[in-house]
């Protein structure tokens, strides 16, 4: 199964360590949404969108990379980081909709922030990802994987 993940991860990387562990299963595509590299997704038969949360939604250049190269009728997935409270993903699925897309899983997890105020308190969601999120962010791709092969 072909894959890429188009991903933004700025902050701390967090989003990024959940994604490089899922990476190493096999030939995954990484794909930066924010360094204007390959866009051309058509060979890809499963394709992950993984982000940060930015106020309260996925970043925008993961949101103006589905709008504009997802191409109609693939498999995805979302996996996304949060400081303190999940991300709305509505915009990402409004896409996916619009482009046929078929919707196979979300993971998310906490991920260490200190944006702000948090600063002053050392951050929150110290430690996250942990061990135990990035193995169950490999187990959650891992299951993806086998629900697509039961279908092909
Ligand atoms: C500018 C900015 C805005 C953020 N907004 C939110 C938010 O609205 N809700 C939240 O739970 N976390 C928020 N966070 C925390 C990040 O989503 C969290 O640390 C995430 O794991 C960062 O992922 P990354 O390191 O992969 O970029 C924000 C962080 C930054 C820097």
Redesign the pocket.
């Known amino acids: 199964m072909k894959t890429a993940i188009v991903?933004?991860?700025?902050?701390?990387?967090?989003?990024?360590?959940?994604v490089d562990a899922i990476a190493r299963l096999g030939d995954i595509t990484l794909i930066d949404a924010s360094s204007g590299g390959r866009t051309d997704l058509s060979a890809y038969d499963l394709i992950g969108f993984?982000?940060?949360?930015?106020?309260?939604?996925l970043?925008t250049s993961v949101l103006e990379f589905a709008e504009e190269h997802l191409p109609r009728g693939k498999r995805v997935f979302v996996v996304?980081?949060?400081?303190?409270?999940?991300?709305k993903t509505d915009a990402l699925v409004r896409i996916f909709r619009a482009k046929a897309a078929q919707l196979l899983g979300t993971f998310g997890c906490?991920?260490?922030?200190?944006?702000?105020p948090?600063r002053l308190i050392g951050?929150?969601?110290k430690g996250?990802?942990s061990e135990q999120d990035i193995t169950e962010a490999v187990t959650f791709f891992n299951e993806l994987i086998a629900r697509c092969a039961e279908k092909t």
């Open positions: 991903y933004y991860s700025k902050h701390h990387g967090n989003t990024k360590r959940l993984a982000s940060g949360t930015y106020g309260f939604q970043h996304y980081t949060y400081g303190a409270k999940r991300p906490p991920g260490f922030c200190t944006f702000g948090f951050g929150i969601a996250r990802p």
